[in-house]
Protein backbone atom coordinates (compact mmCIF):
# COMPACT_ATOMS: atom_id res chain seq x y z
CA UNK A 1 0.00 0.00 0.00
CA UNK A 2 2.77 2.35 0.73
CA UNK A 3 4.71 1.64 -2.97
CA UNK A 4 1.18 2.77 -4.01
CA UNK A 5 0.49 5.87 -2.42
CA UNK A 6 4.08 6.79 -2.58
CA UNK A 7 4.32 6.44 -6.79
CA UNK A 8 0.66 8.32 -6.36
CA UNK A 9 2.22 11.17 -4.43
CA UNK A 10 5.20 11.36 -6.89
CA UNK A 11 2.24 11.76 -9.59
CA UNK A 12 0.26 14.10 -8.61
CA UNK A 13 2.96 16.02 -7.27
CA UNK A 14 4.26 16.45 -11.38
CA UNK A 15 0.65 17.11 -12.15
CA UNK A 16 0.73 20.18 -9.24
CA UNK A 17 3.39 22.03 -12.10
CA UNK A 18 1.08 23.09 -14.28
CA UNK A 19 -0.95 25.22 -11.59
CA UNK A 20 2.46 25.63 -9.74
CA UNK A 21 4.02 27.24 -13.11
CA UNK A 22 1.00 29.33 -13.89
CA UNK A 23 1.18 30.87 -10.60
CA UNK A 24 4.58 31.79 -10.95
CA UNK A 25 5.02 32.72 -14.04
CA UNK A 26 1.97 35.63 -13.79
CA UNK A 27 2.81 36.29 -10.37
CA UNK A 28 6.87 35.88 -9.91
CA UNK A 29 7.80 36.74 -13.80
CA UNK A 30 7.55 40.64 -13.52
CA UNK A 31 9.12 40.47 -9.97
CA UNK A 32 11.98 38.30 -11.19
CA UNK A 33 12.76 40.80 -14.35
CA UNK A 34 12.77 43.85 -12.13
CA UNK A 35 15.64 42.44 -10.10
CA UNK A 36 17.22 40.92 -12.96
CA UNK A 37 17.11 44.77 -14.36
CA UNK A 38 18.78 45.89 -11.43
CA UNK A 39 21.39 44.21 -10.70
CA UNK A 40 22.24 44.66 -14.48
CA UNK A 41 22.02 48.49 -13.79
CA UNK A 42 24.32 47.58 -10.64
CA UNK A 43 26.78 45.70 -12.33
CA UNK A 44 27.27 48.15 -15.42
CA UNK A 45 27.13 51.23 -12.58
CA UNK A 46 30.32 49.08 -11.44
CA UNK A 47 32.17 48.23 -13.93
CA UNK A 48 31.64 51.14 -16.29
CA UNK A 49 30.20 48.77 -19.15
CA UNK A 50 27.77 49.77 -21.84
CA UNK A 51 26.92 46.59 -23.08
CA UNK A 52 25.08 43.26 -21.91
CA UNK A 53 27.50 40.52 -21.48
CA UNK A 54 27.50 36.80 -23.21
CA UNK A 55 24.15 35.28 -21.28
CA UNK A 56 25.02 31.56 -20.67
CA UNK A 57 21.57 30.70 -20.36
CA UNK A 58 18.97 32.87 -21.72
CA UNK A 59 15.82 34.69 -20.11
CA UNK A 60 13.32 32.46 -22.14
CA UNK A 61 14.85 29.68 -21.52
CA UNK A 62 14.90 30.08 -18.05
CA UNK A 63 10.83 31.40 -18.06
CA UNK A 64 10.18 27.83 -19.85
CA UNK A 65 12.38 25.23 -19.57
CA UNK A 66 14.22 26.23 -16.46
CA UNK A 67 11.18 26.93 -14.61
CA UNK A 68 9.38 24.12 -15.48
CA UNK A 69 12.33 21.37 -14.33
CA UNK A 70 12.74 23.51 -11.03
CA UNK A 71 8.76 22.98 -10.56
CA UNK A 72 8.92 19.19 -11.43
CA UNK A 73 11.75 18.64 -9.37
CA UNK A 74 10.06 20.38 -6.54
CA UNK A 75 6.51 18.65 -7.35
CA UNK A 76 8.41 15.31 -7.04
CA UNK A 77 9.89 15.75 -3.74
CA UNK A 78 7.17 16.95 -1.99
CA UNK A 79 4.44 14.54 -3.90
CA UNK A 80 6.46 11.90 -2.33
CA UNK A 81 6.91 13.46 1.22
CA UNK A 82 3.13 14.26 1.07
CA UNK A 83 2.62 10.54 0.42
CA UNK A 84 4.65 9.96 3.61
CA UNK A 85 3.21 12.27 5.83
CA UNK A 86 -0.53 10.76 4.62
CA UNK A 87 0.47 7.14 5.24
CA UNK A 88 1.00 8.28 8.91
CA UNK A 89 -1.65 10.13 9.61
CA UNK A 90 -4.78 8.55 7.70
CA UNK A 91 -6.88 6.63 10.55
CA UNK A 92 -5.08 8.47 13.08
CA UNK A 93 -6.94 11.86 13.13
CA UNK A 94 -10.55 11.05 14.56
CA UNK A 95 -12.84 9.47 11.82
CA UNK A 96 -11.34 11.89 8.93
CA UNK A 97 -12.04 10.64 5.61
CA UNK A 98 -9.41 10.25 3.08
CA UNK A 99 -10.28 13.52 1.10
CA UNK A 100 -10.09 15.27 4.61
CA UNK A 101 -7.30 13.81 6.01
CA UNK A 102 -4.95 14.45 2.35
CA UNK A 103 -6.25 18.59 2.88
CA UNK A 104 -4.95 18.34 6.40
CA UNK A 105 -1.84 16.94 5.83
CA UNK A 106 -2.00 19.52 2.71
CA UNK A 107 -1.97 22.65 5.42
CA UNK A 108 0.36 20.86 7.54
CA UNK A 109 2.63 20.63 5.34
CA UNK A 110 2.52 23.87 4.02
CA UNK A 111 2.72 25.19 7.40
CA UNK A 112 5.63 23.20 8.32
CA UNK A 113 7.82 23.13 5.42
CA UNK A 114 7.24 25.91 3.67
CA UNK A 115 5.78 28.77 5.40
CA UNK A 116 7.89 28.23 9.17
CA UNK A 117 11.59 28.53 6.55
CA UNK A 118 9.68 31.47 4.41
CA UNK A 119 9.27 33.89 7.78
CA UNK A 120 12.88 32.76 8.87
CA UNK A 121 14.79 33.00 5.80
CA UNK A 122 12.16 34.28 3.01
CA UNK A 123 14.03 33.50 -0.80
CA UNK A 124 16.05 36.39 -2.46
CA UNK A 125 15.81 37.85 -6.35
CA UNK A 126 19.08 38.85 -8.12
CA UNK A 127 20.83 41.51 -6.84
CA UNK A 128 19.87 40.62 -2.84
CA UNK A 129 22.29 39.07 -0.49
CA UNK A 130 25.82 38.64 -1.01
CA UNK A 131 26.44 35.47 -4.03
CA UNK A 132 29.42 34.04 -1.68
CA UNK A 133 26.71 33.46 1.03
CA UNK A 134 24.45 30.97 -0.61
CA UNK A 135 25.41 27.75 0.04
CA UNK A 136 25.70 28.87 4.05
CA UNK A 137 21.79 30.60 3.33
CA UNK A 138 20.79 27.46 1.62
CA UNK A 139 21.93 25.09 4.09
CA UNK A 140 20.08 27.37 6.78
CA UNK A 141 17.17 27.36 5.04
CA UNK A 142 16.80 23.28 4.90
CA UNK A 143 18.24 23.35 8.87
CA UNK A 144 14.91 25.22 9.14
CA UNK A 145 12.76 23.01 7.44
CA UNK A 146 14.55 19.72 9.36
CA UNK A 147 13.60 21.72 13.09
CA UNK A 148 9.82 22.48 11.49
CA UNK A 149 9.39 18.44 10.75
CA UNK A 150 10.96 17.70 14.32
CA UNK A 151 9.03 20.74 16.23
CA UNK A 152 5.78 19.25 14.33
CA UNK A 153 6.78 15.08 15.19
CA UNK A 154 7.29 16.51 19.24
CA UNK A 155 3.89 18.83 18.92
CA UNK A 156 2.11 15.57 17.46
CA UNK A 157 3.58 13.49 20.22
CA UNK A 158 2.43 15.84 23.16
CA UNK A 159 -1.20 16.22 22.12
CA UNK A 160 -1.44 11.92 22.21
CA UNK A 161 0.21 11.97 25.35
CA UNK A 162 -1.61 14.22 26.96
CA UNK A 163 -5.39 13.62 25.46
CA UNK A 164 -6.04 10.96 28.04
CA UNK A 165 -5.92 14.00 30.54
CA UNK A 166 -6.97 17.06 29.15
CA UNK A 167 -9.17 15.72 25.72
CA UNK A 168 -8.69 15.98 22.50
CA UNK A 169 -9.11 19.69 21.90
CA UNK A 170 -6.96 21.25 24.89
CA UNK A 171 -4.36 18.41 23.74
CA UNK A 172 -4.44 19.73 20.43
CA UNK A 173 -3.92 23.29 21.60
CA UNK A 174 -1.34 22.57 23.34
CA UNK A 175 1.13 20.56 20.86
CA UNK A 176 0.52 23.76 18.78
CA UNK A 177 1.86 25.72 21.88
CA UNK A 178 5.37 23.00 21.57
CA UNK A 179 5.23 23.33 17.96
CA UNK A 180 5.04 27.50 18.44
CA UNK A 181 7.97 27.79 21.07
CA UNK A 182 10.10 25.31 19.60
CA UNK A 183 9.71 27.01 16.21
CA UNK A 184 10.46 30.70 17.79
CA UNK A 185 13.12 29.13 20.01
CA UNK A 186 15.06 27.81 16.74
CA UNK A 187 14.42 31.36 15.10
CA UNK A 188 16.00 33.21 17.87
CA UNK A 189 19.32 31.02 18.29
CA UNK A 190 19.74 30.77 13.75
CA UNK A 191 21.32 33.53 12.15
CA UNK A 192 19.18 36.34 10.82
CA UNK A 193 18.42 36.68 7.13
CA UNK A 194 20.14 38.32 4.54
CA UNK A 195 20.59 42.11 4.34
CA UNK A 196 18.72 44.10 1.19
CA UNK A 197 21.18 45.28 -1.64
CA UNK A 198 21.11 49.31 -1.32
CA UNK A 199 18.44 51.04 -3.31
CA UNK A 200 16.66 47.65 -4.50
CA UNK A 201 12.54 48.37 -4.71
CA UNK A 202 11.07 47.21 -1.78
CA UNK A 203 7.75 46.00 -3.34
CA UNK A 204 9.81 44.20 -5.74
CA UNK A 205 11.63 42.21 -3.32
CA UNK A 206 8.11 41.42 -1.34
CA UNK A 207 5.87 40.64 -4.75
CA UNK A 208 8.95 38.13 -5.43
CA UNK A 209 8.45 36.26 -1.95
CA UNK A 210 4.89 36.24 -2.35
CA UNK A 211 5.27 34.99 -5.34
CA UNK A 212 7.25 32.00 -4.01
CA UNK A 213 5.36 31.34 -1.30
CA UNK A 214 2.03 31.28 -2.95
CA UNK A 215 3.58 28.99 -5.89
CA UNK A 216 4.75 26.45 -3.07
CA UNK A 217 0.91 26.81 -1.57
CA UNK A 218 -0.79 25.89 -4.97
CA UNK A 219 1.75 23.03 -5.09
CA UNK A 220 0.08 21.04 -1.63
CA UNK A 221 -3.06 22.57 -2.19
CA UNK A 222 -3.49 20.88 -5.64
CA UNK A 223 -1.96 17.50 -3.90
CA UNK A 224 -3.88 17.69 -0.95
CA UNK A 225 -7.29 18.13 -3.51
CA UNK A 226 -6.26 15.41 -6.22
CA UNK A 227 -4.10 12.81 -3.72
CA UNK A 228 -7.09 12.88 -1.55
CA UNK A 229 -9.78 13.01 -4.75
CA UNK A 230 -7.92 9.64 -5.86
CA UNK A 231 -7.28 7.98 -2.34
CA UNK A 232 -10.66 8.03 -1.45
CA UNK A 233 -11.96 7.00 -4.74
CA UNK A 234 -9.87 3.85 -3.98
CA UNK A 235 -10.88 3.23 -0.43
CA UNK A 236 -14.80 3.79 -1.52
CA UNK A 237 -14.04 1.18 -3.96
CA UNK A 238 -12.67 -1.54 -1.74
CA UNK A 239 -15.34 -0.92 0.54
CA UNK A 240 -17.92 -1.61 -1.98
CA UNK A 241 -16.08 -4.92 -2.91
CA UNK A 242 -15.87 -6.04 0.82
CA UNK A 243 -19.49 -5.86 1.48
CA UNK A 244 -21.23 -9.40 0.62
CA UNK A 245 -23.74 -9.36 -2.78
CA UNK A 246 -26.89 -10.70 -1.68
CA UNK A 247 -28.33 -12.89 -4.08
CA UNK A 248 -32.54 -13.22 -4.80
Not at 3 to 9: A, E, K, T
Request: charged fraction near 15%.
Amino acid sequence: MMRVLLIRGMLVGLASVVPAYVCAWFLGEGPLGDAIAFEDRQSHAAEGLHEHGVEVVSRLTQQTVGLAVALAAIGLAVGGLFAIMFALAHQRIGRLSARATSMVVAVAGFVVISLVAFLKYPPNPPAVGDPETIQQRSLLYFLTIVIGIFAAITAVQTGRRLTPRYGGWNASLLGCGVFVVLVGIAYVVLPGGTVTETGFPPDVLWDFRIASLATQAVIWVTLGLMFGALTERDVTGARRERVPKVHA
